[in-house]
């Protein structure tokens, strides 16, 4: 069975650019949740989706926007690329949907290879 | 949020040594996670383990979600155990914690 794959690998844009990454779930996950990994900030949760529908969000702004597709894959979309937006985003999969309040559905999250951003 | 601590922060072993890393959540969780992130940054899932113990070769977790921590056990230590291990817990959405870098020499 494929794993998760993000695309690109890596990606160097300049300040005030827009970018897009995708990320397609492994086959049968219908979650899906972003994260961003920075040095001083550590890992990050950016926002998950379920079914097409966005079901939580983190601490991020406006700029930092995503989408999900019928079959699951996933993109995200950052606009008006800032320098501190430079990172390792990472994109994980799992079978269910995290907060569910029946814990014998929850299954291991499996992360892709990332998009390391560079932004100048 | 949730806040996520991870102790040691760093570690250093001989090859062939055990080692307990330790992470402690603040408040009551559905589940929790460990993760190895390799040089490379791929974060491979080690443990779903929101309770009890479960064990995988010469790895081991234990959750005691009512004291609220986990342990991770690496025994017999390899180089290729070297990287970043990661605790997340999860309440709507995954908190991480900062990490345990663990470097095994030869």
């Known amino acids: 069975k494929a794993g998760v794959t993000q695309t690109p690998r890596y990606l160097i844009k300049t300040r005030g650019q827009q970018v897009t990454l995708s990320c397609s779930p492994i086959?049968?996950?219908?979650?899906v949740s972003w994260y961003q990994q920075t040095p001083g900030q550590g890992l990050q949760f950016l926002f998950e989706?379920?079914?097409?529908?966005?079901?939580n969000k983190g601490n991020f702004p406006g700029r930092f926007s995503g989408r999900q597709f019928s079959n699951s894959r996933s993109e995200m979309n950052v606009s008006t690329l800032e320098l501190g937006d430079s990172a390792l985003y990472l994109c994980?999969?799992?079978?269910?949907?995290?907060?569910?309040?029946?814990?014998?559905?929850?299954?291991?999250?499996?992360f892709g290879n990332g998009t390391r951003l560079t932004v100048t | 949020g949730i806040q996520v601590e991870q102790s040691p922060p760093d570690l250093i072993l001989q090859e062939g040594a055990n080692s307990t890393l330790r992470c402690n959540f603040s408040?009551?969780?559905?589940?929790l996670q460990w993760f190895h992130q390799n040089p490379w940054g791929q974060l491979i899932n080690l443990f779903y383990?929101?309770?009890g113990t479960k064990q995988n070769g010469r790895l081991s977790a234990t959750t005691v979600a009512t004291e609220r921590y986990s342990l991770l056990y690496i025994s017999s230590s390899q180089t290729t155990d070297s990287g970043v291990y990661f605790c997340?817990?999860?309440?709507?959405?995954?908190?991480f914690g900062t990490g345990t870098s663990l470097t095994v020499i030869p």
């Open positions: 994980a999969s799992s079978l269910t949907l995290p907060g569910q309040a029946l814990n014998s559905y929850n299954s291991p999250l499996h």
């Open positions: 086959s049968g996950h219908r979650s």
């Open positions: 989706y379920f079914s097409e529908t966005q079901r």
């Open positions: 408040d009551s969780v559905n589940n």
């Open positions: 383990i929101p309770s």
């Open positions: 997340a817990v999860e309440r709507s959405q995954f908190y």
